[in-house]
């Protein structure tokens, strides 16, 4: 099977989010994950030690097809499972370096190319072909327990790049056009670091998110109107352009989003540590590819 699949056939999965919410180490805990399997104890814990990401960087991991029970944990060479493979992509979450992964989902078209998939003579500048990867999923990952430092700006810098992940996917399905449009991006926002006794819960990240995601929505209209943009004509080109979600509604809910072909879930979970772990972030994963 892996002998014969192009690797640039693979479809792909966008792990984004703030710095330090844990996408490197999630990345490195799936990609080490059938170490783990029963637990090994001769395999250390998984990936305390990491840094912040300067560069988007891939890994190539597969989920089960036959079983959808198995964990990252599965070896599925092991045990002969028929595996579907797939690109995991880690971008950095410096508000500087965004445009990494704002930039993917900018494209109109389904495919991204992450930098894996970049011949060496085209990153040299040569002119050489790119490869194409679709777009299935995206996970926004979050640090639950910053979010419950009320003192720190996590929930509004978190919301921030939130908005405009979400604003971007909406502004996609907009500008979809043609038969050969693309399918919109299902979105994980994985709650992380359940292990500290401080982090919020997964239900009251996604109502914190949400209220917080009204209060950018109000002001960054307020903002349109107040420069005289607005003036009773469109902003931005098309209606409601930077407004986030349905037209008209007061509270903003992550269901507004599927208008925009757009699933919002929220999960709770951790890497590292006591907790819910991480199996059932792999299973959404495993049930987008
Ligand atoms: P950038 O690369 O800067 O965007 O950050 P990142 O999202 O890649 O964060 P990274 O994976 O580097 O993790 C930041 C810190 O959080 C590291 O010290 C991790 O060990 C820690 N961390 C990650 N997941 C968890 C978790 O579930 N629980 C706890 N307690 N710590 C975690
Ligand atoms: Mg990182």
């Keep these: 099977f892996s002998a014969t699949t192009p690797y640039t056939t693979l479809p792909s999965v966008l792990l984004v989010g703030p710095s330090g919410a844990g996408k490197t180490a999630l990345l490195?805990?799936?990609?080490?994950?059938?170490?783990?399997?029963?637990n090994n104890p001769a395999v250390p814990t998984p990936v305390a030690e990491t840094h912040t990401s300067q560069t988007p960087s891939?890994?190539?991991?597969?989920?089960?097809?036959?079983?959808?029970?198995?964990?990252?944990?599965?070896?599925?060479?092991?045990?002969?499972?028929?595996a579907k493979k797939f690109l995991l992509i880690d971008t950095p979450g410096h508000p500087k370096l965004r445009r990494?992964?704002?930039?993917?989902?900018?494209?109109p078209s389904a495919t991204?190319?992450?930098?894996?998939?970049?011949s060496p003579a085209a990153q040299k500048g040569e002119g050489a072909e790119t490869s194409k990867s679709k777009l299935k999923?995206?996970?926004?990952?979050?640090?639950a327990a910053a979010l419950a430092d009320t003192d720190s700006a996590a929930l509004s810098s978190t919301a921030e790049?939130?908005?405009?992940v979400l604003l971007t996917l909406q502004r996609r399905f907009l500008r979809r056009s043609g038969s050969r449009a693309p399918s919109n991006v299902p979105v994980l926002v994985a709650a992380n670091k359940l292990d500290l006794f401080t982090a919020l819960p997964a239900a009251l990240v996604k109502s914190q998110l949400e209220a917080e995601l009204s209060r950018i929505r109000k002001t960054r209209s307020k903002g349109l109107l107040d420069s005289g943009e607005a003036d009773g004509e469109v902003v931005g080109g098309e209606e409601g352009e930077g407004w986030l979600g349905a037209v008209g509604s007061d509270k903003?809910?992550?269901?507004?989003?599927?208008?925009?072909?757009?699933?919002?879930?929220v999960i709770g979970g951790n890497v590292v540590g006591d907790g819910p772990g991480a199996d059932k972030w792999w299973k959404w994963i495993g049930e987008r590819i």
């Design 137 to 143: 999923a995206l996970v926004f990952l979050v640090d």
């Design 161 to 164: 790049y939130l908005y405009d």
């Design 100 to 107: 990494h992964a704002l930039a993917h989902l900018a494209s």
């Design 28 to 38: 490195t805990l799936f990609e080490r994950g059938p170490l783990y399997h029963n």
């Design 112 to 118: 991204i190319t992450p930098s894996l998939l970049v």
């Design 252 to 265: 903003f809910s992550f269901k507004e989003m599927v208008e925009f072909d757009i699933e919002v879930e």
């Design 58 to 82: 891939t890994v190539e991991l597969a989920v089960s097809t036959d079983r959808p029970t198995t964990t990252y944990r599965t070896d599925l060479d092991a045990t002969g499972a028929t």
